[in-house]
């Protein structure tokens, strides 16, 4: 049997040029296979990198930044959380359902090769309107992929946020963000040492799924072809077999250095190992577990079959760790050893068959400094004719729409298909704010978030960037957390256009700067360029995962409503910005315009404030204003209030238009709920902080009303039922095209 | 009390099995691997956990009946043991034929993981006796084949013989389609034997054992039955 042959990798003529030069001859199919794979924008971050250095990557608690295969933070008591995000955007549009379940299976094993338990997943997902019945099959096959594979690996899925919009319709995204746990000391590093330390191969055998798998996730998708082969097919019991394993593996003390054969397969995992190391590795692909006869050299060595573990054990391990694999069902076997020169040596059986430095497939990568230029339609899209708007006939109804639209909809139908209980450590999990895990053993809790608009990033990306960070802090803040660091899941068009260059630079600028400016260190991430069809690519998208600590679990913080008779508070103030606001699209059908400005030292402000507030006692509820405005807000804090309640509040909306004041998405403002003997303090507080106070209304009843102050009329009536019908039905009218809505 | 926690490959809710039965309720425990052949003597109560016993790629809980360790547990509730299955656990008994049966996929055809009402249709089995009969509990439920069949003339002898003993319902405890998760036949969410020592169930009791986590409901199952001290073999 002949193998098939692997499609030309994607080499510019000076890249060809450079391998040349790098070996000394011009590369045979293993050797370019090899190259393409590590030289991928994936593996390489050749556009990207030197905008990434903008992030700021150090702080007190950090015990490991960017540059492995997860981040770590110091979260007390000789623990310590890993955490990082990761795309699996093209093959979750190729083959839906494992694109997604190996997404999740691709980032568990980032943090298990880190030397911690995996204990949440939460995911970022963007698609086309659900109107089209592709965009349904897409979501639809996504969230089973997503479902099947976390459910049966026993690790929750507490949280995560969803879009639909037509720039997402050939190029969905899903990003997944996964946080494990460990002991300080646990921690593993993928760097391989020790001079005759045996290499281990452990997990799933090798198939031919997943070829090319980082290379075409580095291209544009071309829908004329068929690259269903290039996507793994997922086996989540297989997973969790490799997660009880490794664990026990690393717990047996004769780990030198891990790492998962995910992106760019075997030869990724062995090579970026070994340069981390310093030293050289030394293969025999006759030693491999093959799940079929006949594979080509290169097949095996970029094959990215899921669920595979390589590992560099002290010298006389090999037995130990060989046993505990053999009680959870894992093949395993020693496939080579750590060698002194910095080479990657391939050998079949005694044939050597590629020798390559190590340095030339990751630090020789090429790095590009790709031209930047403002896209021509910039200027077009950021104007908006506020004046030429309609002020709605019926501001009831605006309310209805938005929380039947499926951006602000409830995600019920999605969190649902998702076990966000198993461990038994979900304090809040999907549905509310951010989501919380408690720390069994200890008072204190982690916090986490994943948050993104690719409108306002389309629309502004410096201001976009920084929103994305802020607005993740505020999600933390609102349920008591101290924000403590952050993961990126930068996700853009294709970079050889100067215009997506501009996007992604200055996206990445406003997100550093709001990190920097609120002192919250990058500490891993993950980058995924070409994300576009038929030439047209989606919006800038950059996703923020952050995680938080909150120190006394018993006072952690709710979005909803908890007492009636309660005063609800806006802490912040309301601009008249109503550009690229939910409101614009579903009501007016536009998005364009200015984003909300964001200012960095009322940001902290208001966050800090409800902290100290939070600190004190003061809150019964806390809920960040997003998408939709203070109204939407207000609208949750209902729907989430226990037992129902409504409420009752009267607004002034001053030089503001009304819409813009109900529905516009002025940054920087918490919606709260005070007991009523601790609203003076509040006030004080946010004074001292220089933070504007509006004392709204008070929880009551099982209505929803809002009135004009100066009036008396009353503009907004809705049931809480009423709401809650809507608000829930959201998604499954959109699944059952009763109505095609975005 | 010594629980023997089973623990498939594939289990994902034993170490939460284990936190309720060790550190809330401070009772003995012991993990018993798929692999081991008999259940140690040591042990008063087996407990099947949740999870995907060996993948349940086939239907769930298909494979697990033939593992070794299942040989040990049938003997055990011959002897007159006491068996608990929890969701997988209790799809597990189910295909064992500890318990009658079967439990297919959900109606909806999708995974289902949420808080349920449940009403105690029968409170003489060991593990319902701490509640009232007609009492209304919530407990989570996590599943993609929680839909419980069972043929109606099976069904009545069910009914009749008090082997069902919580039926998902409303808040207020009234039966309704609405109310019932999975497509269940009668609503049906846990059953036990006749002879009332085998209990299977599609809720978990665990993940409603603390406060802070959302309820405690789940934790006067196992209360009670320590207080009736179970059926010893």
């Known amino acids: 049997m002949t193998p098939p042959k692997l499609a030309h990798p994607p080499f510019t003529d000076e890249e060809y040029a450079k391998v040349e030069v790098l070996l000394g001859h011009p590369p045979n199919p293993i050797e370019q296979a090899i190259f393409a794979v590590l030289w991928s924008e994936h593996c390489s971050y050749k556009s990207s990198k030197r905008h990434l250095k903008r992030f700021s990557t150090e702080g007190d608690r950090v015990i490991q930044g960017p540059g492995e295969n997860a981040g770590v933070v110091d979260i007390g008591d000789g623990w310590v959380a890993v955490f990082k995000i990761e795309s699996h955007n093209h093959p979750s549009y190729i083959e839906p359902y494992q694109g997604a379940a190996t997404g999740v299976g691709g980032i568990i094993r980032d943090i298990l090769a880190m030397g911690a338990r995996p204990v949440a997943l939460l995911n970022s997902l963007r698609f086309g309107p659900l109107s089209q019945s592709k965009n349904r099959y897409l979501f639809e096959q996504v969230v089973a992929g997503i479902s099947g594979y976390g459910n049966c690996i026993g690790v929750p899925t507490v949280g995560g946020e969803v879009y639909f919009n037509d720039c997402y319709a050939n190029n969905p995204l899903v990003n997944v963000f996964c946080l494990g746990v460990a002991k300080r000391e646990e921690i593993v590093r993928s760097a391989a040492s020790g001079v005759g330390n045996p290499v281990l191969y452990v997990g799933a055998k090798t198939g031919r799924d997943g070829i090319h798998g980082a290379t075409m996730a580095s291209a544009a998708l071309d829908p004329t072809t068929s690259t269903r082969h290039n996507v793994q097919v997922g086996d989540p019991f297989t997973a969790k077999l490799l997660i009880e394993g490794c664990l026990e593996i690393i717990q047996s003390g004769h780990v030198v250095g891990m790492q998962d054969m995910g992106a760019a397969g075997l030869a990724g995992a062995a090579s970026e190992m070994a340069a981390r190391g310093g030293c050289g590795m030394i293969l025999d692909l006759s030693k491999i577990p093959l799940r079929e006869a006949g594979m080509a050299s290169e097949e095996i060595m970029i094959s990215e079959s899921q669920e595979r573990m390589l590992i560099v054990v002290r010298k006389g391990g090999e037995a130990a760790v060989s046993e505990i694999c053999q009680k959870w069902g894992l093949n395993r076997a020693v496939i080579g050893e750590v060698v002194e020169a910095p080479f990657l040596t391939v050998m079949d059986g005694e044939k050597e068959i590629v020798r390559i430095s190590t340095a030339a497939l990751t630090s020789e990568a090429p790095l590009y400094d790709r031209p930047i230029a403002a896209p021509r339609f910039h200027e077009i899209i950021q104007s908006l004719n506020v004046e030429a708007l309609m002020l709605p006939k019926s501001y009831t109804d605006v309310l209805r729409q938005l929380l039947l639209s499926p951006t602000l909809t409830s995600k019920e139908w999605i969190y649902q298909q998702f076990d966000y209980m198993v461990q038994t450590n979900t304090v809040a999990g999907p549905g509310g704010g951010a989501a919380l895990i408690r720390l069994k053993g200890s008072d204190r809790a982690l916090a986490m978030t994943v948050d993104g608009n690719g409108t306002y990033c389309l629309l502004h990306p410096y201001q976009g960037g920084a929103i994305t960070v802020a607005e993740a802090m505020r999600n933390l803040v609102c349920v008591g957390a101290r924000p403590i660091a952050l993961t990126d899941g930068l996700n853009f068009g294709n970079p050889e256009q100067p215009e997506t260059m501009w996007q992604m630079a200055l996206c990445i600028e406003g997100m550093a700067d709001a990190a920097r400016e609120f002192a919250i260190p990058v500490v891993s991430g993950n980058v995924s360029l070409y994300n576009e069809s038929k030439g047209l690519g989606v919006y800038p998208t950059p996703i923020v995962g952050m995680v938080g600590l909150v120190d006394q679990i018993a006072q952690r913080m709710t979005p909803g409503f908890k007492r009636p008779g309660e005063p609800i508070v806006l802490l912040g103030e309301t601009l008249e910005e109503i550009g690229g606001s939910a409101y614009l699209k579903v009501i007016h059908h536009q998005e364009r315009g200015f984003p909300p400005i964001l200012n960095f030292g009322r940001e902290k402000a208001v966050c800090q404030l409800v902290l100290e507030a939070i600190r004190q006692g003061l809150l019964s509820s806390a809920q960040d204003c997003a998408e939709g405005g203070w109204m939407v807000a207000l609208a949750e804090a209902c729907l989430l209030s226990s037992p129902p309640m409504g409420g009752v509040v009267a607004v002034d909306a001053g030089d503001v238009r009304l819409d813009a004041y109900l529905f516009g998405e002025s940054q920087s403002r918490v919606l709260v709920s005070v007991p009523a003997e601790s609203l003076d303090r509040l006030k004080q507080l946010a004074h001292e902080a220089e933070v504007p106070f509006y004392h709204l209304g008070t929880t009551d009843g099982d209505r929803l009303q809002v009135r004009l102050t100066k009036t008396g009329e009353t503009i907004i009536d809705l049931t809480i039922e009423e709401m809650r019908e809507k608000y829930r039905s959201g998604l499954g009218i959109a699944m059952a095209n009763k109505r095609g809505m975005t | ?233």
Not at chain 2, 37 to 54: E, I, M, N, Q, R
Not at chain 2, 133 to 161: F, M, T
Not at chain 2, 216 to 221: L, S
């Open chain 2, 1 to 233: 009390m010594r629980f023997g926690i089973v623990v498939f490959p594939g289990s994902n809710c034993d170490t939460d099995c284990n936190d309720l039965f060790s550190r809330v309720l401070r009772q003995e425990t012991r993990f018993i691997w798929h692999g081991e052949k008999g259940v140690p003597s040591d042990v008063d109560v087996v407990v099947l956990p949740g999870g995907f016993s060996y993948g349940d790629y086939l239907r769930a809980g298909a494979l697990a009946r033939f593992s070794p360790v299942m040989t040990g547990v049938k003997a055990f509730a011959e002897a007159g043991g006491t068996v608990i299955g929890i969701c997988n656990g209790f799809q597990v008994l189910v295909e064992s034929g500890l318990l009658p049966g079967a439990l297919r996929q959900n109606k909806s055809g999708q995974f289902i993981c949420k808080s349920v009402f449940l009403r105690i249709e029968n409170n003489q089995a060991a593990i319902t006796a701490g509640y009232q009969k007609g009492q209304v509990i919530s407990l989570p439920i996590a599943h993609g084949e929680g839909n419980y069949y069972i043929d109606p003339l099976a069904c009545s002898r069910l009914i009749e013989k008090g082997q069902i003993l919580f039926r998902y319902c409303t808040q207020e405890g009234a039966l309704s389609d609405a109310a019932n998760p999975n497509g269940s036949v009668e609503h049906i969410a846990g059953i036990c034997n006749e002879r009332r020592n085998v209990f299977g169930m599609m809720p978990h009791p665990e993940r409603a054992s603390d406060r802070l986590l959302g309820g405690t409901d789940g934790v006067r199952m196992f209360q009670s039955f320590l207080t009736t001290g179970g059926l010893r073999r």
